[in-house]
């Protein structure tokens, strides 16, 4: 979902207040652990949406696998393995606060964050890069195409179909945005989407209105079907942590 800027409405907030559960999953994805803490769940983007969890409410554990930091209505995630971590996405402007609270209930910190990968340029994955940056001594990547449309001190490293960071594989995704990537673990089949794929109201790939190549974006969702995947997660929406190899499936054959 591209950022926007939006005027909020008190109705709108009390809205979310009322959407936002609290619940949380451990799970095993292949050979690694995933803690996906699910702190609040919305299913579109609401109006004037500021980052919702704390330290109180973040992650479970620091146990060297995926975790996920809800920030209302977008995510962003974490790997954590040994000492080093890696975060995908930074969600809107204001976020920082938040994914430091999760990288520390996890038993890390910024300063063990060695590389930030934002799937693509919008506003609500990449709008938390200037209140990263000055808090870590990390790489950040993007995809090429996308490089140029991204806000920072120093430019990302931009990334294509087939780099590896950090033992993960780089899909490249374009359709959503031009430069669009997805990240793969394949020690885990661990799919971060961005929003190549989306779970608001089940498995479904990019949102059309927000989508600068619809049909690309549909090669893309074929593209990712192919991999071995044992979990998806998306910028927007739950984690798909079961049958998920065969709802992607699914989705590609879909017309």
Same mark, same amino acid.
């Given at each position: 979902m591209a950022g926007r800027q939006l005027r909020g409405k008190p109705a709108a907030r009390r809205k979310l207040g009322d959407m936002i559960t609290r619940r949380r999953l451990l799970f095993t994805a292949g050979s690694g652990v995933l803690g996906v803490a699910l702190l609040g769940s919305?299913?579109?983007k609401p109006e004037n949406a500021a980052p919702a969890p704390s330290s109180s409410s973040s992650s479970s554990g620091g146990t060297g696998g995926w975790q996920r930091?809800?920030?209302s209505f977008v995510s962003a995630y974490l790997l954590i393995r040994g000492n080093e971590a890696a975060v995908v996405d930074l969600g809107t402007a204001g976020s920082a606060d938040a994914i430091g609270s999760a990288l520390t209930a996890a038993g890390s910190g910024w300063g063990e964050v060695k590389h930030v990968i934002l799937t693509h340029n919008h506003g609500d994955h990449a709008g #938390? &890069?200037?209140g990263v940056e000055p808090q870590v001594n990390a790489v950040f990547y993007a995809g090429v195409a996308d490089v140029a449309g991204i806000k920072a001190a120093k430019s990302p490293v931009?990334?294509?179909d087939g780099d590896e960071v950090f #033992? &993960?594989?780089i899909i490249g995704t374009p359709g959503h945005t031009a430069g669009h990537i997805s990240v793969f673990d394949p020690s885990t089949g661990t799919l971060v989407a961005g929003d190549a794929l989306r779970t608001t109201d089940g498995l479904a790939g990019a949102d059309p209105q927000y989508t600068a190549d619809p049909g690309q974006a549909a090669l893309s969702v074929r593209k990712l079907s192919a991999l071995p995947v044992t979990t998806i997660l998306p910028g927007h929406g739950d984690p798909l942590t079961t049958g998920a190899a065969e709802a992607l499936k699914k989705l590609a054959a879909t017309p």
């Amino acid at each position: 979902m591209a950022g926007r800027q939006l005027r909020g409405k008190p109705a709108a907030r009390r809205k979310l207040g009322d959407m936002i559960t609290r619940r949380r999953l451990l799970f095993t994805a292949g050979s690694g652990v995933l803690g996906v803490a699910l702190l609040g769940s919305c299913s579109e983007k609401p109006e004037n949406a500021a980052p919702a969890p704390s330290s109180s409410s973040s992650s479970s554990g620091g146990t060297g696998g995926w975790q996920r930091v809800n920030l209302s209505f977008v995510s962003a995630y974490l790997l954590i393995r040994g000492n080093e971590a890696a975060v995908v996405d930074l969600g809107t402007a204001g976020s920082a606060d938040a994914i430091g609270s999760a990288l520390t209930a996890a038993g890390s910190g910024w300063g063990e964050v060695k590389h930030v990968i934002l799937t693509h340029n919008h506003g609500d994955h990449a709008g #938390g &890069l200037a209140g990263v940056e000055p808090q870590v001594n990390a790489v950040f990547y993007a995809g090429v195409a996308d490089v140029a449309g991204i806000k920072a001190a120093k430019s990302p490293v931009g990334l294509k179909d087939g780099d590896e960071v950090f #033992g &993960l594989q780089i899909i490249g995704t374009p359709g959503h945005t031009a430069g669009h990537i997805s990240v793969f673990d394949p020690s885990t089949g661990t799919l971060v989407a961005g929003d190549a794929l989306r779970t608001t109201d089940g498995l479904a790939g990019a949102d059309p209105q927000y989508t600068a190549d619809p049909g690309q974006a549909a090669l893309s969702v074929r593209k990712l079907s192919a991999l071995p995947v044992t979990t998806i997660l998306p910028g927007h929406g739950d984690p798909l942590t079961t049958g998920a190899a065969e709802a992607l499936k699914k989705l590609a054959a879909t017309p």
